[in-house]
């Protein structure tokens, strides 16, 4: 959410703010096939819909499903909730694999979306068929994430991650920097090496015990996901380390580690957290959930020392979809309850009360977007800014491992540098383990 962060920080970020990803718990659906659909039980005799997550979506904490409820009498919805993506994603795989134990509906986080996509499509409904749903309602190229080869899309896509810059005013002041959005924004225009320059300024008059830039991970994440092709090519070949892109990234960032531009704490562990209430770091790589986060572990002064400022490159990181397994119970109640949570009405309802940024362009012009603002940044127009980020960001190629390569070349790789490894002997040992988990 993500290179992709890492399935425990994900969740991490997911269960303290907003929702971004997807998940499952150990489903308790019948084994069955498509056929078996629409069964009635439960609740008083409603039909239940159960949907298998992680982290907090934000569904039930909107009133989407009260809402849901209310327009079908018959329907009881039940979630069932995984905190981690890390427990999640395998038990989620192993129920398909088996076709059992599936919830009517299960979320797929957007890092392993591909994976699912190529070998477990044919579990899983093609829910463009599904009336209401129109691929025009999504950007296209989160359409394009859940669709297969031959044409199935396997998945709804529910939020995503635009990426911007989140900065503490009061720290770039000391510094000597400018605070103004649009200015830092140009200064920094169209290439990440302009902003690790900034992060050069800062650090010459830096508070003390401050760092430019929150972690290695951070800064990667964001160069990455501005990239179209990262991990994988067209062809879906393994090329993370012939893809120039890539090490450049890596080596940009270990450089930047290196100079003592970033913190040296993993992303979304308490001691990162301590860095954040402590303001121990001047700006970060912030999708809209990241705003949340902030939220979640700063302390009351900070409100309203934040602001948003355009990215380098326009690019995502975070994202999720709802998926319907074709051996649930409610296979057409649960394809018709997952188009409506996705359909951009519920998107515009779910980012106004919980932050979550629709993938519903058309969504970006309702008021509850476009006139948005969030506490830590005062006056700042989050959602002109994210929407900008979200129309303009490439349309990435995502592998089936995209989520292991992208927090193995964090957590194996640039957090090695912050404890005094080369970054040639870092991209050593991250790749390494990565061909070893790809068993080449």
């Known amino acids: 959410m993500r290179a992709r962060v890492s399935t425990a920080r994900k969740a991490a970020v997911l269960a303290?703010?907003?929702?971004?990803?997807?998940g499952l718990l150990t489903g308790c659906s019948d084994d069955g096939g498509s056929n078996r659909s629409d069964s009635s039980g439960g609740s008083g005799g409603k039909t239940v819909i159960t949907l298998g997550l992680f982290g907090t979506f934000g569904f039930k904490e909107a009133g989407l499903y009260a809402e849901y409820e209310k327009l079908n009498p018959h329907i009881k919805i039940q979630e069932n909730v995984t905190e981690r993506?890390?427990?999640y994603y395998p038990a989620l795989v192993n129920h398909l694999t088996t076709n059992s134990g599936l919830m009517d509906i299960q979320g797929i986080e957007v890092g392993n979306i591909a994976e699912i996509a190529n070998t477990q499509a044919d579990k899983l409904e093609?829910?463009?068929?599904?009336?209401?749903?129109?691929?025009?309602?999504?950007?296209?190229?989160?359409?394009q994430q859940a669709t297969t080869k031959d044409g199935r899309t396997i998945g709804l896509g529910t939020d995503v991650g635009p990426m911007a810059i989140c900065y503490r005013k009061d720290l770039f002041e000391k510094a000597g920097l400018p605070t103004d959005r649009d200015e830092l924004a140009k200064m920094w225009a169209g290439d990440w090496k302009k902003f690790i320059d900034v992060g050069r300024q800062y650090q010459k008059k830096a508070p003390e015990g401050t760092t430019f830039l929150d972690s290695p991970g951070g800064l990667m994440s964001a160069i990455l996901g501005s990239e179209r092709v990262r991990f994988y090519d067209e062809s879906g070949k393994v090329i993370y380390k012939t893809n120039p892109v890539v090490k450049e990234a890596f080596m940009m960032t270990a450089k930047a580690a290196q100079e003592g531009l970033v913190g040296s704490q993993p992303q979304f562990q308490p001691a990162w957290d301590a860095l954040i209430a402590n303001s121990r770091f001047a700006?970060?790589?912030?999708?809209?959930?990241?705003l949340g986060y902030i939220e979640s572990k700063s302390k009351p002064e900070a409100v309203g020392k934040w602001d948003v400022a355009s990215a380098p490159k326009a690019g995502n990181w975070g994202g999720s979809f709802l998926a319907v397994p074709k051996s649930g119970k409610n296979v057409k109640e649960a394809a018709k309850l997952a188009a409506w949570l996705t359909a951009p009405e519920q998107q515009a309802k779910l980012f106004e009360k919980r932050g979550s940024f629709p993938s519903a362009p058309s969504v970006y012009d309702m008021p509850a977007v476009k006139n948005a603002k969030n506490k830590m940044t005062g006056d700042a127009p989050i959602g002109e800014i994210f929407a900008a980020a979200?129309?303009?960001?490439?349309?990435?190629?995502?592998?089936?491992?995209?989520?292991?390569?992208g927090s193995t070349l964090n957590d194996n790789g640039l957090i090695l540098v912050t404890k005094g490894r080369s970054p040639e002997k870092a991209w050593e040992m991250a790749t390494k383990t990565i061909d070893n988990n790809l068993g080449q």
């Open 16 to 22: 303290a703010a907003v929702s971004l990803g997807a």
């Open 85 to 87: 993506n890390e427990n």
């Open 126 to 143: 093609d829910l463009s068929k599904v009336e209401g749903v129109d691929k025009n309602n999504w950007l296209p190229w989160k359409w």
């Open 283 to 290: 700006a970060i790589s912030c999708p809209p959930w990241m």
């Open 390 to 405: 979200a129309k303009d960001s490439p349309v990435q190629l995502i592998g089936p491992k995209d989520q292991m390569i």
